[in-house]
């Protein structure tokens, strides 16, 4: 009974590992997440705060992509404001979605 219950956890945890490596999410993906969650859209390195009245530009000033993790990536990002505040982002990428790690964001 229990070499049925270990082969059974094999077998589960195996396709598991297999769905979570399809499934890791891309740079694009971040960039559609980081506009949905925080109103920033992003074209090429230029990305523009939407704010109620008042745009605000950010320059993509930094930017971080580790891929070599088989079941998730992680991404860093570094933007400066028109004003020279920096604002720093890093997520990890898990399961087609992002999950924020820090986040250092210094929008007006």
Same mark, same amino acid.
């Not at 297999?18 to 230029?46: A, G």
């Not at 705060?49 to 991404?75: A, M, R, V």
């Given at each position: 009974m229990l070499s049925v219950i270990k082969r059974i956890s094999f077998l589960v945890i195996? /396709?598991?590992f297999?769905?979570?490596s399809?499934?890791?999410p891309t740079e694009d993906k971040f960039y559609q997440w980081f506009q949905d969650q925080y109103r920033v859209s992003c074209t090429n390195l230029t990305?523009?705060?939407q704010d109620n009245q008042n745009p605000y530009?950010? /320059?993509e000033t930094g930017s971080s992509i580790k891929e070599e993790y088989l079941i998730f990536n992680t991404i860093g990002k570094t933007f400066e404001g028109?004003?020279?505040r920096q604002t720093n982002i890093k997520v990890i990428g898990i399961l087609g979605t992002f999950f924020t790690i820090t986040e250092d964001m210094k929008i007006p």
């Amino acid at each position: 009974m229990l070499s049925v219950i270990k082969r059974i956890s094999f077998l589960v945890i195996g /396709i598991l590992f297999i769905y979570m490596s399809l499934h890791r999410p891309t740079e694009d993906k971040f960039y559609q997440w980081f506009q949905d969650q925080y109103r920033v859209s992003c074209t090429n390195l230029t990305c523009t705060f939407q704010d109620n009245q008042n745009p605000y530009t950010l /320059i993509e000033t930094g930017s971080s992509i580790k891929e070599e993790y088989l079941i998730f990536n992680t991404i860093g990002k570094t933007f400066e404001g028109e004003d020279g505040r920096q604002t720093n982002i890093k997520v990890i990428g898990i399961l087609g979605t992002f999950f924020t790690i820090t986040e250092d964001m210094k929008i007006p």
